[in-house]
């Protein structure tokens, strides 16, 4: 269908970028160390790249793929390659090079871009890499080219930075495909479109309240859900963005204070990290610090550290299928005055829809009739909507699943609170069935996490011969700490039901995926090497 | 085109309510006087307003005229009306009984409300309304029913509290039509379709700076684009609308300080006089206040008056047919520094289309070529995107004209500022030219606003037998002033090239539209009565 184009645009997050370039043409866009790039030049170097890629032959349809951390040249690629009608594909650098090699091949990237301290993930590969037709080497740590191909410099000098016509004609073309760094199994292609893009991107922008003074530091990868949408969101607004190659909290804290960052979103774990540090050197900061975090529910405990040193935490939750956040903890006016510890426990709800989602809710998964309103019984999550992905790449199998009766399926076990809000209890697969009851392994975690000398917890089932599974805890402590695993177990039974309470206690470091979601599958296998175990 | 809903919802302002009303009941959704409605309350007096229109036949494409001040039931029109695909026409309460005959017919509104004290605009011509099937009295000051109908509390009792499903499967479908108060000729109905409405609602509040916490009061007219839209922006983000029957300076600072008010929109002549109330009054604002300004171009010193009781001023330019602002004069932090006068230079300029309106120029309309982008020479402003409207309703031939190379033409004169700021300078037809050379009446009028003793002005042409035609400035005074004729000419004559400077002075009130716009048109009429002004 046509329409006329004097009152009729396709939603495209590319725009943002324009706009900015013309209201903002000498306001710094993008700083990455002694990096400062005006929104012009931002612009400039995305022709550059656009163009030098349809010099190359890439075109409508194409799949671009970066193997980059947050870095210029990622973010400059969330403009360039659907500017042209391509689409992106920005792989996660901390996957094992065969899935790497499993996402170029199954994605049919036609080229290639690696920052070269991640060559070795495709180095080997390459020649099985049948579609790929030119590799480009981002050259940051250093100048070599690891790779058979020019250096992003030398590529972008191939382009040209007058305006590139934006080829997107159907709002709900593909603009990325961000494979989900999945659990288990291989990894599935979500399909972004450019009218989702377009509204998450400023839907999260009101939510989080950016404008164009605030300083966004890009602690969260761009590679997961195209950093929630904030590559494009943050230009929206004419906000600054702050690079950044490796997420650590010496680094975040040094650069929060030097560049006087606003805002930054970033995984449960992150702020774990951040809060142990700031603990240790006695950091407070001098100025309010927005933090949006999602991924994992993050514990009360773990809300309540970083508000104690000057972050407000907004937690929203969401998956890469509905372009990250999806929901948001909105915060009512009547809690300002809860003590302390009842504002972390609100705050740890998922929430309600945020307000270009508007549809979620958790249903029986069965009937998908609505569970009751009550706090307690437990359903799946669904949600639909303009920010939910058009399917899996080439898995018409997997889509159909996902969106059965035409809801997106989450896989995310919650209850819906009297007040709309819903409350993640645990992922399907991660729920314990103990003699017959549900034990959320959240709830049993939050606790831990209320115990002094724990910083950081799982808890999966592990076979037993009476009731069938039980909660084991593992456990990363504080430094100069040495709980036992009898104090802890008996912490537990003070404050939860005592069949909830870990029968086991383990101490060490947890397996994570890059996005600093803890892997508790890995726990769990080993837990359950050799038997099986029933999942709904 | 039909899409799986899954992943693809129609974008309709209506959506905002149903959410609101899920995500915060309980919180106070608008107050009027000692009535106080949550959400809920809101969303279910919504719903008993649609399903009884639906019972009285009103269906999808059917027009609803209401004729009504901004009260709740006005505030409820914009979501009921719409809801079941049928089409609101607010009607301006300041027009003639024969322009609003004119309307209610043209429109062909099959359902009237009317505000009972303004019953007499329709009371005489109803017989002569030939598709009105009914008519609802709206009984605020009284109780009086003054038309033949129900009164609307008793309507709303029709009707049924519980959610009314949204019968919008086209999201350029028409949700409202607001009829220009044209300044010459007959009412032109500008067709305002739901993609645009939702854009326009969200986009203003982004650049509004509103959240949930927000309360906005209604200074600005319901029936003026539907408020600039924020009859639906203000509940998109939660916030709290504010309804007020009279817009009057003592009432205005009264709610502003009961109420906590943190947000209102108003023409400049409303600041003027709501600054003049405040000198009188020796008023200050206790707490922030923003204000979004537009509808005619503010002066400078407007501006700081109002800056200077404490208020921060955002100005927006934009026209009906665009659904109220399209650009917004961007603030940069850059001129933070800037000398008070020239902050209040830059506020006066018109700016940069705002986030989701991306295009707007100015161009020779002759040859549709952009002007030169150097703050002098005059073109005239031109826009395109989702927040244009359909056309004008019956009125193919106007449209046209309208749209004239896919574009539509503003008829507003301006220069753009090598920034890309641009700034208006006059509407087309306001623009005097004299020997040849062309003077800016509001440039003339910015001058004469920095005159002490001048609280507001208009400069229009008037016939001269040597130039043609020369500026003359029809003078408001403050109270207890006396300035004579020859020191406000002295006084411009200082400040800007002779030629420009006002011939003749005439002291005295100024005719203005409902929505505070001066009527120059009437000034000039008067100058001119008898005698042909060609007009380019």
């Given at each position: 269908m046509s329409y006329p184009s004097v009152n009729h645009d396709v939603l495209s997050p590319v725009k943002f970028l324009v706009r900015s370039a013309m209201v903002f043409p000498d306001k710094e866009a993008v700083i990455y160390g002694d990096q400062r790039r005006t929104y012009l030049q931002f612009y400039e170097r995305v022709n550059r790249l656009a163009s030098a890629l349809k010099k190359r032959g890439i075109g409508k349809g194409d799949k671009v793929?970066?193997?980059?951390?947050?870095?210029?040249?990622m973010l400059?690629?969330?403009?360039?390659?659907?500017?042209?009608?391509?689409?992106?594909?920005?792989?996660?650098?901390?996957?094992?090079?065969?899935?790497?090699?499993?996402?170029?091949?199954?994605?049919?990237?036609?080229?290639?871009?690696?920052?070269?301290?991640?060559?070795?993930l495709v180095a080997a590969s390459l020649p099985e890499l049948k579609k790929v037709g030119f590799v480009v080497n981002i050259c940051d740590i250093s100048a070599d080219k690891p790779l058979d191909g020019p250096d992003y410099e030398a590529f972008l000098s191939e382009g040209d930075p007058d305006p590139v016509e934006i080829e997107v004609s159907d709002e709900r073309q593909v603009a990325t495909i961000n494979y989900t760094s999945g659990t288990t199994g291989l990894p599935k292609g979500v399909m972004y479109h450019h009218r989702g893009a377009y509204l998450n991107a400023i839907g999260e922008q009101m939510e989080f309240g950016t404008n164009a003074r605030s300083v966004y530091l890009w602690t969260l990868p761009m590679f997961h859900c195209n950093g929630w949408c904030f590559t494009w969101g943050i230009t929206a607004m004419g906000a600054t963005h702050v690079c950044l190659r490796k997420v650590v909290p010496e680094e975040i804290f040094k650069i929060v204070a030097e560049e006087g960052v606003t805002h930054l979103c970033a995984a449960p774990t992150i702020l774990i990290s951040m809060s142990a540090y700031a603990t240790e050197h006695s950091i407070q900061l001098e100025k309010p610090l927005e933090i949006m975090t999602a991924g994992a529910p993050p514990a009360p405990t773990v809300i309540q550290n970083m508000e104690h040193i000057g972050a407000n935490i907004t937690q929203t939750y969401g998956l890469t299928e509905v372009f990250g956040p999806h929901s948001v903890c909105q915060w009512q006016s009547k809690w300002d005055s809860l003590p302390a510890d009842e504002r972390a426990q609100r705050k740890a709800r998922q929430g309600v829809p945020f307000i270009i989602a508007h549809y979620m809710d958790v249903v029986d998964p069965e009937t998908m009739e609505p569970v009751s309103r009550d706090g307690k019984t437990m359903g799946e999550v669904v949600m639909r909507g303009n920010n939910?992905?058009?399917g899996y790449y080439n898995d018409p199998e997997a889509t159909e699943i996902a969106f059965k009766g035409d809801w997106f399926h989450s896989g995310d076990l919650a209850v819906m609170h009297p007040d709309n809000y819903i409350q993640i209890m645990d992922r399907k697969k991660d729920i314990i069935i103990s003699g017959g009851e549900n034990i959320s392994t959240v709830e049993v975690e939050n606790v831990l996490y209320k115990h002094p000398d724990i910083m950081e917890v799982a808890v999966v089932?592990?076979?037993?011969?009476?009731?069938?599974?039980?909660?084991?805890?593992?456990?990363?402590?504080?430094?100069?700490?040495?709980?036992s695993a009898e104090e802890i177990i008996a912490f537990c039974k003070e404050h939860l039901a005592r069949f909830k309470a870990p029968k086991y206690i383990e101490f060490g470091e947890l397996p994570k995926t890059a996005t600093g979601k803890i892997q508790k599958f890995k726990l769990r296998e080993k837990e359950w090497a050799g038997r099986n175990r029933m999942v709904n």
């Open positions: 793929a970066f193997i980059c951390p947050n870095i210029p040249p400059e690629a969330h403009y360039a390659v659907p500017m042209i009608g391509a689409v992106l594909v920005s792989i996660n650098i901390r996957l094992s090079a065969n899935e790497v090699a499993y996402i170029v091949n199954h994605s049919e990237a036609k080229a290639l871009f690696v920052d070269n301290e991640f060559a070795g939910v992905m058009l089932p592990v076979p037993d011969p009476k009731w069938g599974e039980v909660p084991k805890a593992f456990v990363v402590t504080r430094p100069n700490t040495r709980p």
